[in-house]
Structure formats: structure tokens, C-alpha cells
């Protein structure tokens, strides 16, 4: 396994518009978890390929207290969205930026695991608003796309000066 670099907003390739896996094979297993390791190490509880540069239609997620429960998602499609709740989201592309957002409550979502087995999942709570946060990725948006033009400058700002400080 190996750490993949992750892309940090405002770059551009986070705007890519991820395909679906068209064939789950074993590049797709070891990018599945090459991801999950990137995720654990970060430490995050989700990750998108998108993230990683890897435009394809794939997500890890693990929001256990442990760390034991990864869920991975080929090809995930929201079938329903149900209710709405506001709640506090950071993400691993956008480092020390959190903001409310609104999400639905529940959803049902359909994708392939690893076996390219088609699954559905009923979620709601933390792993709903993850699989939102996850799957908006992969349509090349990003949490803080959610919130008001005020409030993207300035974090827009907070990154850039950031980045000089770290450079
Ligand atoms: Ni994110």
C-alpha cells in the first residue's frame, strides 16, 4: 500500500467531473486501498478519488470510533435524500476550514463493492452527511462550493497565506 498526495482546494483538478469504474479490477482494489490508507493516516473518516487525482467514480469511508469499519463505494449513486439537518463538515482537501452545511438526514444510496457486487445502503447521521460530502467529490465540489461567496474568499485567503507560511 502507499500514501497518495491529496489535493488541496482552490486547485483546479478538484472541479474534475469523476467517470464511473467501468471494470473493478485489481488496480481498482489497490487504489481502493491505497486510499484507505491515506484516509486513516490523515486522519480523515472519508475520501474521494477525486482527492487523490484520480478521476474515477470511487469513495472510502470509515467513521468508526476504531477504525475497523471501511465501506467502500464504486460507483455510488443518492437513489433518495430524506429530510435535512445543518451540521459542522471540515474536508482533508480544504486543511483547518470547517463550516456548517446543510445535507439530507437520510439517504439511500446504490453502488458496487469491491467484488462489483451491486449493494444498497440505507444511512443517516454522520455517515449520510459523509456519503453526500463524498459523492459531491466526485462531482467536483467541494464543501465550502455550499457556502456564501463571503465566506469562500476569505477562505480562499486563509489557504493562500497558509501555503506562504508553509512554502
Ligand atoms: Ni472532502
Do not use: W
Not at 8 to 20: E, G, I, M, Y
Not at 52 to 74: A, C, G, P, W, Y
Not at 134 to 158: A, C, M, P, W, Y
Request: net charge neutral; with cysteine.
Amino acid at each position: 500500500m502507499a500514501l497518495l498526495p491529496i489535493l488541496r482546494f482552490p486547485d483546479p483538478r478538484l472541479k474534475k467531473v469523476a467517470v464511473p469504474v467501468s471494470r473493478i479490477d485489481d488496480s481498482i482494489r489497490k487504489l481502493a486501498a491505497d486510499m484507505a490508507e491515506t484516509m486513516y493516516e490523515a486522519p480523515g473518516i472519508g475520501l474521494a478519488a477525486t482527492q487523490v487525482d484520480v478521476h474515477q467514480r470511487l469513495i472510502v469511508i470509515d467513521i468508526s470510533e476504531e477504525k475497523k469499519e471501511l465501506r467502500v463505494f464504486v460507483n455510488p449513486e443518492l437513489l433518495r435524500c430524506e429530510g435535512a439537518v445543518l451540521g459542522e463538515e471540515g474536508c482533508l482537501s480544504v486543511p483547518g476550514i470547517y463550516d456548517k452545511v446543510e445535507r439530507a438526514e437520510r439517504v439511500k444510496v446504490k453502488y458496487l463493492d469491491l467484488a462489483g457486487k451491486a449493494c444498497t445502503l440505507e444511512a443517516e447521521g454522520l455517515l449520510a452527511v459523509c456519503i453526500q460530502h463524498e459523492i459531491d467529490h466526485l462531482n467536483g465540489k467541494v464543501f465550502v462550493d455550499h457556502l456564501s461567496q463571503l465566506k469562500q474568499t476569505r477562505i480562499r485567503n486563509k489557504l493562500a497565506k497558509q501555503a506562504r507560511v508553509t512554502a
